[in-house]
T-cell receptor
Framework: QKEVEQNSGPLSVPEGAIASLNCTYS??????FFWYRQYSGKSPELIMS????GDKEDGRFTAQLNKASQYVSLLIRDSQPSDSATYLC?????????????FGKGTKLSVKP | NAGVMQNPRHLVRRRGQEARLRCSPV?????VYWYRQLPEEGLKFMVY????????ESGMPKERFSAEFPKEGPSILRIQQVVRGDSAAYFC??????????????FGSGTRLTVV
């Protein structure tokens, strides 16, 4: 059973701080990795994707991937109250039988003003 | 450029009735995925379809659930003889190609099914 694990939180950070969200996955052949943000009662929206080891930056968001450790993370700099949401890690299982993206249960982030 | 359209947004069914959930993918997207989300739970994969074909239905219960994506028209997720445990948010997503190419999904706004 291929799995994606996330700390459910809640993770609470003060406004302006860096929020660090972590995700591990079990399938060594995974190729693509995604972070989605989901506000309460809303649908997930894609915020970052990463395919190669290292860091990828987009505005206040940085995704980090370490395939050897089967670990992907999302850093949110200068956190804002509007960043308060559940963050879902999703992993593409290349050629897998469980569809193409497996999602973690999500980490709930709360940014306190 | 409309995104993924799902309807209805909310659906209430009595136990034993049928539920039909519709999904129109982003224009030009031929890959459709259905996920179910229970309260405080993650997204659970149900089925992956391309036009007229079911590619992977390993996440869909064998009984009462079926899905289709006809050549013309939206994708349909059908739940027969609904039970209270079917109450959940059902999300549809689409992509222009297999996500092995690095394409993330675009999600619809979901259908909240409540079985009473």
């Amino acid at each position: 059973q291929k799995e994606v694990e996330q700390n459910s939180g809640p993770l609470s950070v003060p406004e302006g701080a860096i929020a660090s969200l972590n995700c591990t996955y079990s399938d060594r052949v995974s190729q693509s990795f995604f972070w989605y943000r989901q506000y309460s009662g809303k649908s997930p929206e894609l915020i970052m994707s990463i395919y190669s080891n290292g860091d990828k930056e987009d505005g206040r968001f940085t995704a980090q991937l370490n395939k050897a450790s089967q670990y992907v993370s999302l850093l949110i700099r200068d956190s804002q109250p509007s960043d308060s949401a559940t963050y879902l890690c999703a992993v593409n299982i290349y050629g897998g039988s469980q569809g193409n993206l497996i999602f973690g249960k999500g980490t709930k982030l709360s940014v306190k003003p | 450029n409309a995104g993924v359209m799902q309807n209805p947004r909310h659906l209430v069914r009595r136990r034993g009735q049928e539920a039909r959930l519709r999904c129109s993918p982003v224009k030009g997207h031929s890959h459709v995925y259905w996920y179910r989300q229970l309260p405080e739970e993650g997204l659970k994969f149900m089925v992956y379809l391309q036009k007229e074909n079911i590619i992977d239905e390993s996440g869909m219960p064998k009984e009462r659930f079926s899905a289709e994506f006809p050549k013309e028209g939206p994708s349909i997720l059908r739940i027969q003889q609904v039970v209270r445990g079917d109450s959940a948010a059902y999300f549809c997503a689409s992509s222009p190609a297999r996500v092995t190419g690095g394409y993330g999904y675009t999600f619809g706004s979901g259908t909240r099914l409540t079985v009473v």
